[in-house]
């Protein structure tokens, strides 16, 4: 290959420093940085693999009990023909499914215990276009048939209220109705149909599901209160909302499901970007040790440098070959922890369960976490920007003891030679 020769030299004093023992500190050093730098992107690499894993984990739960999209009418009368509010929302290529529902907030009574819950009344047949929680679960949600009053509650609550299917619950709507000795709560036995889990503690602690009639009726809404939509991608949800938003008009209002759950939502994307920036810190630290590999590798050859510059060797050239050294420095180790971080971020499956087995402990109780293993999603948009911010460090590492080693004067280095 017909490269400069700044290059050629460059990567010889790359291979050189690795391979003689003559200066086996600066080897050493040397070593040390390419090292640090692929433990850095690495880490990194799994880091973030790791967030996005459970990220997706939680994302998948949350959208197997939640809708991607919800419909509802600005002016609280409800949507008692909900039909043509789903047909024109089905009009936009996006929209696979569409259902009604009733939201509310009740207290939910065994007993003495008592907690509060959140109430949504769906109809069972449309549901099961809408969230896979209904569709997994068809025949637990076609028990729900109006006037039974059954309802269909979460594994946590089922443990905390200590109730069975077949159970009965008490049901107190917070508004109340008027009668000769004031305002009483409205209060209704209800029945356990069914315990569904769906993973997502929020749901599985804290929501009730009944027929979309029997909620009408409870919390006096005369009927649907929204519709729930369908998409076919969940990440497009913002986007298609806000179209949904344009034709649909003001008397609509429309959430996404990022928007309902904007906190967590933030606040993921919060964690991970301080996580990024902490972590490249590491990237930085270990790509700045090549400054004092090459500070001590310009002081070795001062009389290489000296003897290239009276053979006619410009002090570009000089700062060149250093910086070819210095950069290779860094692709090896940008390249290294780039492989490291896809192995470990491709099969943490495998990884986290045998270092476990080793340790005798488990880092995910079921109990607490609700999942059992390590997930792992690595994305290109976090895996191509690490890659060059670390050569982009390593690189801007060599400038100064590039600049260093260009400077050197040949008779001074000749002196005592």
């Known amino acids: 290959m017909n490269l400069p020769y700044e290059w050629r030299v460059g990567w010889r004093y790359t291979r050189a420093s690795r391979s003689t023992r003559r200066n086996g500190f600066i080897s050493f050093i040397s070593g040390v940085s390419v090292l640090g730098i692929a433990l850095g992107v690495a880490a990194l690499i799994i880091v973030l693999s790791v967030m996005n894993g459970f990220q997706k984990e939680v994302r998948d739960r949350m959208l197997s009990v939640i809708a991607h999209v919800e419909l509802h009418d600005t002016s609280g009368i409800g949507l008692p023909d909900w039909h043509v509010l789903a047909d024109q929302a089905r009009q936009h290529p996006a929209v696979v499914g569409a259902a009604p529902f009733v939201p509310a907030q009740a207290l939910i009574a065994r007993g003495e215990d008592m907690r509060g819950a959140i109430v949504r009344g769906i109809d069972p047949q449309a549901e099961v276009s809408v969230t896979p929680l209904a569709a997994s679960m068809k025949d637990t949600f076609a028990r729900l048939k109006p006037g039974e009053w059954g309802v269909i509650i979460g594994h946590e609550m089922a443990l905390q209220l200590g109730v069975r299917e077949g159970d009965a619950l008490t049901l107190v709507a917070p508004s109340g109705q008027v009668t000769p000795a004031g305002i009483t709560p409205r209060v209704k036995q209800v029945t356990v149909e069914g315990i569904f889990s769906a993973g997502h503690y929020e749901y599985d602690n804290g929501l009730v599901l009944m027929h979309i009639d029997d909620a009408a009726r ?34 609509i209002a429309v959430r996404d499901w990022t928007r309902t759950n904007r906190n967590w939502f933030d606040a993921v994307q919060v964690e991970k970007r301080m996580m990024f920036i902490i ?107 690490i890659g060059i911010i670390s050569l982009v460090l390593s690189l801007v590492a060599t400038l100064y003891p590039s600049w260093r080693a260009s400077r050197v004067q040949p008779a001074e280095a000749l002196r005592y030679e």
Request: charge should be neutral; avoid cysteine; hydrophobic fraction near 50%.
């Open 218 to 251: 409870l919390f006096r809404t005369g009927g649907p209160v929204g519709v729930q939509l369908k998409l076919k991608d969940a990440q497009q949800a913002r986007v298609v909302a806000a179209e949904l938003a344009d034709k649909l008009g003001p008397g």
């Open 279 to 385: 972590l490249t810190l590491i990237v930085a630290v270990a790509a700045f040790n090549l400054v004092s590999t090459l500070v001590m590798t310009v002081t070795d050859k001062q009389a290489d440098i000296a003897i290239l510059r009276t053979l006619g060797a410009s002090p570009r050239s000089i700062m060149g070959i250093f910086m070819v050294q210095g950069a290779m420095s860094g692709v090896l180790g940008t390249i290294g922890g780039l492989g490291l971080g896809l192995l470990v971020a491709f099969n943490i499956d495998v990884i986290v369960p045998a270092i476990e087995r080793l340790l005798g402990v488990n880092f995910l109780p079921g109990s607490i976490y609700l999942i059992s293993k390590m997930p792992s999603d690595p994305q290109a948009a976090d895996i191509v920007p």
